[in-house]
């Protein structure tokens, strides 16, 4: 019987180029580019394969193989630590057919993993390989701009893979509950797609903790997860930040978190005051993060990206220094933004009052945006205390039942206006 | 009965029709006499009759089918580039037919432009002059680009005096039979701080509540940055409750939609009336000033005032300290 507990990353592993999911254009480049060497060896001896985690490279590059019949020789980055550990294996990239008669394609995965001082000369170890390769060299990474590979990149082919649609990890999800026998309901399945953010590896390690065993999926089932994963590790990053003792501490805690940097002020906006209790040191911390929004403000005017830095100094570090009498508290937990509560649920409200901004512009000289926020509370009063002049004010902007409902913020009174109006 | 907006039911028309602004109002109705307009930058604050002026220059310009020969542009609403290359370039570059050979593009609150669009446009108003004149409407000048202003007749606008604000509420109070009070006149004055457009709207929508319109009953709708709310929220920061005043702002800025701008307002007028040394209040005079600095700056009004809270909340303690 086979292993229930396998992984389904590796059990459901696309066996060939047709089951891979997504980035149909980069496989295709990739393909292509090792169908020629079939006709000599080509100019970019390596091709350089990078994007976001999870999204398929490693996967690809071990299909294509198995479809062409090739010999894959896999070196990831425990393998290729120093200069003398890449030349090692060096001479296996110096014949094109193997031992036995086969192709040889040879793939160095998460070149990320080499690190400055430790994987000291990997990387020109890697560069002079490439130069005489005798068969195709894949490597892989995250990012393929780090500056570390900038004399690698140029020797090789860049194919760029992208996070694949919600709708593409969808449909892998599904043909697993198919193989494991497992009816699930779309919606769940949607929710765990959209969650992953394009990264199937992680939908489907969610997936399996969620449904193995189960013969059933439901909505229900899945919703909770929410962000829990998230805050545990969002939680460490505040601590760092709030607790740093250097600047360079506390800027650097901003790498380590997986949210935006709108979100991570936020929580840093939302849970200073818990933590920082004297009174000099928060007004000393509300005082950076005004800097910090300050340059926020600066970079949406000038569109200006590099002001970016600014706004991470004054959010964190700005923050950090600031604390000097407050003691390290025990144990305080960190709370979830509360303006993040109130801006989700009120997205859908926002819209609205857009499209009543909209409305407005047409008869008032002045933008949606200004309108939704300046002639809007006015309105507000009048529908509330004034069915005629509301329904006269209804009928002259054009407002729909909707927008009539949310502006008397009661049934009957947007009844009667809308009665009056016909 | 019909009902519209009376901000726009009693806009004036005509540049005859506007009584406030004199100088700019003569020096547009040569514009008119001359059948010229240069590219204008209209600046000031809001509620002053810039949008007002430059429609009503357009219709004695072009008479009642002025329509055919503007366009009005909301940079709030379409700031980017594309905007300006294309819409903007498309109207502007086609002929206009009639005794007038332009067009007037007007574009409002052009201070949300993005530099880039701004760019953009500095090259098309330069072709296409011949067939286009531009005006630029915002609060403040400084946020249009050098080169754009030094193409631009400048025009500045400013806060209507009392007296024209009285005037002018008080005949459209007479047009719509409403009985406005002296001390309701006088709230919305304060409340609205001489933009007109909020105090037509402010006057509307006290109508709206069948009664006369009193100072109780504008600050009832104005429910707005109440005086009683700032000061609660003051004194709750400087009693260091830091966590609960923001909560207050909060609800302030997000339940009844009052603008940063105001309560910072409102702050400064309150701190002068707290009991608190004299040398205190200057010294969070400049604190509030830079708040509200900062607050055009910035890009969230609650993050700018919680900063000002956390300094009231450490003068607070500081007062404690001292006895």
């Known amino acids: 019987m086979q292993n229930v507990y396998a992984a389904w990353t590796v059990k459901h592993k696309p066996k060939s180029l047709k089951e891979v999911v997504g980035n149909k254009e980069a496989i295709q480049k990739f393909v292509n580019w090792v169908k020629s060497w079939d006709k000599g060896i080509p100019k970019k001896r390596a091709a350089f394969l990078y994007g976001p985690p999870g999204i398929g490279k490693t996967v690809t590059v071990e299909a294509l193989a198995n479809d062409f019949r090739m010999e894959l020789v896999e070196k990831n980055a425990s393998d290729y630590r120093t200069e003398d550990a890449v030349k090692r294996f060096a001479g296996l990239a110096s014949q094109y057919g193997s031992l036995f008669g086969g192709k040889r394609i040879i793939l160095l995965d998460e070149l990320d993993g080499l690190t400055g001082s430790a994987d000291r000369g990997g990387v020109r170890a890697i560069t002079e390989i490439i130069k005489t390769a005798q068969c195709p060299i894949v490597l892989i990474a995250n990012n393929a701009y780090n500056p570390r590979f900038s004399t690698l990149r140029s020797r090789c082919i860049l194919i760029e893979f992208k996070k694949p649609r919600a709708s593409d990890v969808l449909k892998h999800l599904k043909r697993i509950c198919l193989l494991e026998g497992i009816q699930a309901e779309e919606n769940a399945l949607k929710f765990i797609a959209n969650r992953s953010e394009g990264d199937i590896r992680s939908a489907v390690n969610d997936l399996q903790a969620l449904a193995q065993g189960k013969k059933r999926l439901t909505y229900d089932d899945v919703s909770w997860l929410g962000y829990r994963d998230r805050q545990a590790t969002i939680f460490n990053v505040l601590r760092m930040i709030i607790y740093a003792k250097t600047c360079d501490g506390a800027r650097k805690a901003v790498n380590m978190a997986d949210v935006d940097i709108d979100m991570l002020f936020q929580w840093i906006y939302e849970n200073v005051p818990s933590h920082l209790t004297d009174p000099h040191d928060l007004a000393g911390a509300m005082d950076a993060l005004s800097m910090a929004d300050v340059y926020r403000g600066r970079l949406r005017r000038t569109r200006n990206w590099s002001f970016t830095r600014y706004i991470i100094d004054f959010m964190t570090a700005g923050v950090a220094m600031a604390r000097v009498n407050s003691k390290p508290s025990g144990w305080i937990p960190f709370r979830f933004p509360k303006r993040i509560q109130m801006l989700s649920r009120s997205k859908a409200e926002r819209a609205l009052q857009l499209r009543i901004g909209y409305k407005i512009r047409r008869k008032c000289h002045m933008s949606a945006h200004r309108a939704s926020k300046e002639v809007l509370p006015y309105l507000r009063i009048i529908f509330k205390n004034n069915v005629e002049m509301a329904a006269g004010l209804a009928k002259w902007l054009d407002l729909d039942r909707e927008m009539i409902e949310y502006l008397t913020e009661d049934e009957e009174k947007a009844e009667a206006i809308v009665k009056s109006l016909s | ?323």
């Open chain 2, 1 to 323: 009965m019909s009902f519209e907006m009376w901000a726009e039911k009693y806009r004036p028309k005509t540049l005859d029709d506007m009584v406030n602004q004199k100088e700019i109002v003569e020096r547009l109705k040569s514009f008119v006499k001359s059948r010229n307009v240069p590219h204008c930058i209209f600046a000031g604050p809001p509620g002053t009759g810039k949008t007002t002026a430059a429609l009503c220059l357009a219709r004695d310009l072009y008479g009642d089918a002025y329509r055919e020969h503007i366009m009005e542009l909301n940079a709030s609403d379409e700031r980017g580039i594309d905007v300006v290359r294309e819409t903007v370039k498309t109207f502007a570059r086609v002929r206009s037919i009639g005794e007038v050979p332009f067009k007037l593009m007007i574009l409002d609150e052009a201070d949300n432009m993005t530099s880039d669009a701004q760019q953009a446009l500095r090259r098309t108003m330069e072709r296409f002059t011949e067939t286009c004149r531009f005006i630029l409407i915002c609060n403040y000048s400084g946020k249009i680009i050098e080169p754009i202003q030094s193409r631009c007749a400048p025009f500045r606008f400013t806060f209507l005096p009392r007296e024209e604000h009285d005037k002018h509420l008080k005949w459209i109070a007479n047009q719509e039979k409403l009985d406005l009070k002296d001390d309701g006149l006088e709230a919305i004055f304060e409340v609205c701080a001489g933009d007109m457009r909020r105090a037509i709207n402010t006057l509307q929508a006290a109508a709206s509540l069948n009664k006369p319109v009193t100072a109780e009953v504008v600050y009832s709708i104005a429910g707005r940055a109440n005086p009683a709310d700032v000061r609660r929220l003051i004194e709750t920061a400087m009693k260091g409750k830091f966590v609960e005043a923001r909560k207050q702002l909060r609800d302030m800025i997000q339940k009844y939609g009052v603008a940063g701008s105001d309560i910072i307002r409102q702050i400064h007028t309150e701190i002068f009336k707290t009991d608190i040394p004299e040398r205190w209040k200057i010294i969070l005079a400049d604190v509030v000033g830079e708040i509200d600095y900062r607050l055009v700056e910035g890009s969230d009004e609650e993050i700018q005032l919680s900063a000002l809270i956390a300094r009231l909340v450490e003068t607070g303690h500081e007062l404690r300290k001292a006895g």
